[in-house]
């Protein structure tokens, strides 16, 4: 019975409330106490009280001890939307952006999606997981301990199972939580220019049931949106994963009102992420659902990097409706795993308060990846995925500071990593 002890907690905040997601104003309350310990058993949360009261008395000959030196102790974020695995940077795009081609208008001159898709085509599998898992490195450093991972470059079956290959060794791999996403309608393939209804069919009739055949996939998301999939495809999609047990979590609403969000709500997906074009029908049509699930899901740096609107997240809040923020790293239009940065400009750019974004960054967003019975909370039971932070004045400390490397360790199921 392998116990971890850590003490001298200055904060433990993010402490469970008892529910799978919080809504409207739920999304403010923040739960914390000072001067704190935490017992960890067996990978899992134990225990947790203040200091002053009485405390747990692990085996001493069980007992690892960390010294938190007046830190606060927080969960790990989870990053529920992310494209992580792929091959090589797009920064030529970057620059074409900052002369003033739009991401549709680059995608429309064949780069963009297309442009990583040929990369990843020519890159071996090996070569492809070695890259996949520095960004992985990267993000556990900077805080997150679980993350959904997406396909959707490789835009022909072989190499959409290339990538999902690979997305199941960093699951096996790495000491966070991977979930994975089936991507294939992220755009059309090269191959199916000018055919985009033969790739639909692809993706239905071959894709899709070799993907549920090899056991692959957690989700099937579809990129319905404006130059890309119409809300019949995006349904007859979501349609065929359903039969092979995949749920649907959609891209909706990012460049246009291109229905994302009413396709998300009639077909029960987990979550409809980027919003950035989202309008007051589709809140309402959120908040009408009474048995809804579809968690809105913000994606504040692809905003912040193509200078785009920011999702309207003041009405989504104050509709009653649950919030998460995802970082959507990936090579073109939000190179950063950086969730911290994420919940600073949830603050900066989209109002919320400190409060709100690391709900929106911890436990909504592990609600999102369906796994907030066990993470994105300090929860008798839960897996211990935490951060310990240097001391800092209090939790809004976290997104106001937001450049400084606030992060002293990392605990992902129980171990320092």
Not at 11 to 33: N, P, Y
Not at 249 to 261: M, N, R
Not at 387 to 394: A, D, H, L, N, R
Request: aromatic share 6%; proline share 4%; glycine share 10%.
């Amino acid at each position: 019975m392998n116990q971890l002890l850590i003490h001298n907690i200055g904060c433990l905040s993010g402490i469970d409330q008892g529910k799978a997601c919080l809504r409207g104003e739920e999304m403010a309350r923040l739960e914390t106490i000072h001067n704190a310990w935490l017992l960890i058993e067996t990978g899992r949360i134990k225990d947790w009280g203040e200091s002053n009261n009485s405390q747990a008395s692990p085996d001493p000959s069980q007992l690892k001890i960390i010294d938190a030196h007046g830190g606060t102790v927080l969960p790990s974020f989870c990053d529920s939307h992310t494209h992580l695995v792929y091959a090589g940077s797009r920064e030529g795009e970057f620059v074409d952006k900052i002369q003033g081609l739009s991401y549709a208008e680059i995608a429309r001159r064949g780069g963009g999606i297309l442009n990583s898709a040929d990369r990843l085509h020519e890159m071996s599998e090996d070569d492809l997981f070695e890259q996949a898992m520095s960004r992985v490195w990267e993000i556990i450093r900077k805080g997150t301990g679980a993350v959904e991972i997406k396909s959707g470059y490789g835009l022909n079956t072989e190499d959409e199972l290339k990538m999902l290959r690979v997305i199941r060794r960093i699951k096996e791999t790495a000491p966070l939580c991977v979930k994975s996403t089936f991507l294939g309608a992220h755009a059309v393939g090269r191959a199916y220019q000018g055919r985009q209804a033969e790739y639909v069919d692809l993706i239905i009739n071959e894709m899709i049931p070799e993907v549920g055949r090899q056991g692959l996939a957690d989700f099937i998301d579809v990129f319905c949106d404006e130059g890309f999939f119409t809300p019949d495809e995006t349904a007859r999609i979501l349609e065929a994963g359903v039969r092979y047990g995949l749920r649907g979590k959609i891209h909706g609403q990012e460049l246009a009102d291109s229905g994302g969000v009413e396709v998300a709500v009639r077909y029960n997906a987990l979550s409809v992420d980027h919003l950035e074009s989202m309008t007051d029908r589709d809140i309402q049509l959120l908040s009408n659902t009474s048995h809804q699930e579809t968690i809105p899901t913000a994606l504040p740096g692809t905003s912040f990097f193509l200078n785009m609107p920011f999702a309207p997240a003041r009405k989504i809040i104050s509709s009653g409706l649950p919030l998460a923020i995802a970082s959507d790293y990936n090579p073109g239009s939000t190179p950063s795993g950086d969730m911290k940065f994420v919940v600073s400009l949830a603050c900066i750019k989209m109002r919320l308060l400190p409060a709100e974004a690391i709900n929106a960054a911890t436990i909504n967003t592990a609600a999102a990846m369906g796994i907030s019975n066990e993470y994105g909370s300090i929860g008798r039971g839960k897996v211990a995925n935490l951060m310990i932070t240097e001391p800092i004045p209090s939790v809004d400390f976290i997104p106001y500071a937001y450049t400084s490397p606030i992060i002293r360790q990392v605990v992902l199921r129980g171990e320092v990593v």
